[in-house]
């Protein structure tokens, strides 16, 4: 597969905050057959680069003590041509700065915000790292999706602060559900979440991974102390299921049946 084309205002980059590298390694290596390479501690803070097929797909962070009673989880970042204008923007329309742009040495800018209904949602403005080099195949990001308790105030939000060119998906009582592009050039989705997500749950961002068999991936999974939270589910767009980690970090997983800009709507259909 080609490599993904990073629009701005996409999704470019993942990556896991987890309480335990080592055991995060060693699962998503197992289950998605990734390598890793950690980077100078004093450069990188001891951030970890995992690769499948000698590319990059994402990366690992050890929490530290002021994240201490934060749970473990994926976070998706959004290209930007500017960080520094992009999170003033998320500032001026209702969003708040979790971290401001900072530099990553020879690699970009990145920051961290949450959008106006509360969701973390990083910022990426690439340098030499442009973002994950494989999408929507076995062991490689597959598709991003908000799950918002206040999806007008959201299509919103991304329209104005990241320049989504946004598309009406379906808009029913049941199942609200706004993309970034349309169709199979979709590169992200918005879901009404308000009649689902617990009142102690905010909104949130989920990433989904490509699998090659979902059934079989899961068996996997739960083998080295995963959890199944949902599914597994046949949609239109694959079989789809959610897991927790080893340490409780939230993913969902999609057979790779599902059609490009697909892993979409998995929930709400």
Known sequence: ????????????????????????????????????????????????MAAKNGKPVAGMMQKDLTMAGMPDL???????????????????????????????????????VADTTGASIGVWEPGAMKGYGLAAEPGTPAWHELHTKDYGAAVKFYEDVFGWNTDVMSDTPDFRYTTLGAGDAAKAGIMDASGYLPAEVPSNWQVYFAVADTDAAIGTAVAMGARVVDGPDDTPFGRVATLADPTGAMFKIVAETAPAGGGAAADGL
Not at 19 to 38: H, I, M, N, Q
Request: aromatic share 12%.
């Open 74 to 112: 994926w976070s998706t970042y959004l290209r930007s041509d500017n960080a520094a204008t992009t999170v003033q923007a998320a500032a001026d329309h209702g969003g708040q700065v979790y971290l401001a742009p900072m530099d990553v040495p020879d690699q970009g800018r990145m920051a961290m």
């Open 1 to 48: 597969m080609p490599t993904p084309d990073h629009s701005n205002g996409a999704p470019c980059w993942i990556d896991l905050m987890t309480s335990d590298t080592g055991k995060a390694k060693a699962f998503y290596g197992e289950l998605f057959g990734w390598t890793f390479e950690t980077g100078d501690q004093e450069k990188y803070g001891g951030y970890i």
